[in-house]
């Protein structure tokens, strides 16, 4: 079975992105086991608030349906899913999986710094602006560099 090729440009990006969220607002409403009429009002209440109401989900604009798998997440208890990610980690680079950004984030707690700080040891080292655009071999840099100074501090405290 072939792997579906990824989406080649922004029309197709937006395309595919639209089709996603509708499939979620879709599951979600099914999920909370709203019949048709609850479902529709819930899409022109919301829709409504971001622009021309409409009382289907196809026609809404991307505001508006990203508003309206707002709204059901949030009926659902799974909360907004932009505010959520803010508040659990604010400043995290988005997209951060990797264990050796997990380690430099563990490196940038122990003392007491930023992410402007590994973002800029990135910049300098690896001539990258921001630490998830690095390569692994890159971030293993970051990270010799970041155990660097955590060592140079803790071995004289009066480096800050």
């Known amino acids: 079975m072939r792997k579906p090729r990824a989406p080649r440009t922004r029309t197709d ?3 595919a992105r639209r089709k996603r969220t509708l499939a979620a607002i879709h599951a979600t409403a099914t999920q909370l086991g709203l019949d048709e009429d609850v479902y529709r009002d ?3 209440r919301v829709s409504a608030q971001h622009g021309d109401a409409q009382r ?13 798998a707002n709204e059901l997440r949030r009926l659902a208890g799974k909360g907004d899913k932009d505010a959520e990610t803010a508040a659990n980690w604010p400043g995290r680079p988005k997209g951060a999986l990797s264990p050796q950004v997990g380690k430099v984030e563990a490196l940038l707690a122990d003392s007491g710094r930023d992410w ?18 690095c390569r692994p071999d890159q971030l293993a840099k970051v990270i010799a560099a970041l155990q660097i100074d955590a060592d140079r501090r803790r071995r004289d405290p009066l480096t800050e």
């Not at 289907?56 to 309206?68: E, F, H, N, R, Y």
């Not at 402007?116 to 655009?133: F, G, K, P, Q, T």
């Open 42 to 44: 819930l899409v022109q």
């Open 116 to 133: 402007a700080y590994a973002h800029a040891v990135a910049l300098r080292i690896c001539r990258v602006s921001r630490v998830e655009w």
């Open 56 to 68: 289907s989900a196809g026609k809404c604009t991307p505001v508006q349906l990203d508003a309206i």
């Open 13 to 15: 990006q937006a395309a």
